[in-house]
């Protein structure tokens, strides 16, 4: 598979990441050691980035179990994979009574961490991203909260997820910043508009397209559009392969993460790492779906 750098200084992962929110924060997930195995097949394919977050969990009574599964799949993997794979997880969202809130206080976000910490059996965490901002704090508290633990050795890298160009702006006058995480495909393309991708761009931050297929129904619709059936049939893979191509090719630091809840679906996800499109299937392509 290709490689993505992630953020301007590395390192280098597999050009398609996966998500593990479906197999941690469903509730047709699967038990705890199928999604290890998810992952640890997911690696053999060169698939090296894993996201997470201490809120994939169906509430609050199961904080930190996307990330018990993801130290699960790591402690099965062969020593010489483990080198390869970096575990990115989330702080800042909470799950009262199976809600999704935000909790961006500088006190949450440190007890995150460490609990982040325990759960991932780490004394540093691969990449922290906030998971959201918080409207009741201001953001660059939350931030300096993370870039606190970062100086202390508890965080290498420092990502965003849901935020604006204006607050990756401000983040990186707090801290270095390394990726931002969006929601971003075929059927929805904010960071295309919204000044997100190309401030990535500019900064050469890694841009982490979450739901990259639209979830479950996204995926499916994909299936009956007519311009991505068309580029599949050309190059004998299914709609939603192509469609992570499609990401691939908008930003040299792309990586879409796919959630998953099968290992036939991160193989076939996989398999869009080893495609390239030509530029009339891109134009196609892009004039489709929106």
């Known amino acids: 598979m290709q490689q993505r750098i992630l953020g301007p200084d590395g390192p280098g992962v597999g050009a398609i990441g996966v998500g593990t929110g479906p197999m941690a924060a469903s509730e047709d997930r699967p038990s705890p050691e199928d999604g290890a195995k998810i992952l640890v097949r997911a690696t053999e394919l060169g698939v090296t980035l894993w996201d997470t977050a201490d809120a994939y969990c169906l509430d609050e009574s199961e904080v930190g179990y996307g990330e018990r599964v993801c130290q699960i799949a790591y402690a099965a993997l ?19 009574n199976g ?13 995150a961490i460490e609990a982040s910490l325990k759960a991932l059996q780490t004394d540093c965490i691969d990449l922290y991203q906030l998971h959201a901002p918080d409207s009741q704090v201001p953001f660059s508290d939350s931030i300096g ?22 607050q990756i702006d401000q983040a990186v006058h707090i801290a270095p910043i390394a990726s931002v995480q969006n929601q971003m495909n075929f059927y929805q ?13 500019e900064l050469g931050l890694a841009f982490l397209p979450y739901s990259p297929l639209g979830g479950a129904d996204g995926a499916k619709s994909l299936d009956e559009d007519g ?13 939603q392969c192509v469609v992570l191509a499609w990401l691939l090719g908008k930003y040299d630091k792309m990586i879409p993460i796919p959630g998953t ?23 196609q392509l892009d004039a489709a779906g929106v």
């Open 145 to 166: 909260a993370i870039a606190q633990a970062q100086q202390a050795g508890k965080i290498r890298r420092i990502g965003l997820s849901n935020v604006s160009a204006a």
């Open 189 to 201: 393309r904010p960071p295309e508009t919204d000044g997100v991708l190309e401030k990535c761009r």
């Open 227 to 239: 311009a991505v059936g068309a580029v599949a049939s050309e190059l004998g893979v299914s709609p």
């Open 78 to 96: 062969p020593a010489d994979m483990r080198d390869q794979v970096v575990i990115a997880t989330k702080g800042g969202s909470i799950r009262p």
């Open 261 to 283: 809840r099968r290992v036939a679906t991160i193989e076939d996800s996989a398999r869009a790492g080893e495609i390239h499109l030509t530029s009339a299937q891109i134009g």
């Open 99 to 111: 809600a999704w809130k935000q909790d961006g206080r500088p006190e949450h976000l440190r007890g």
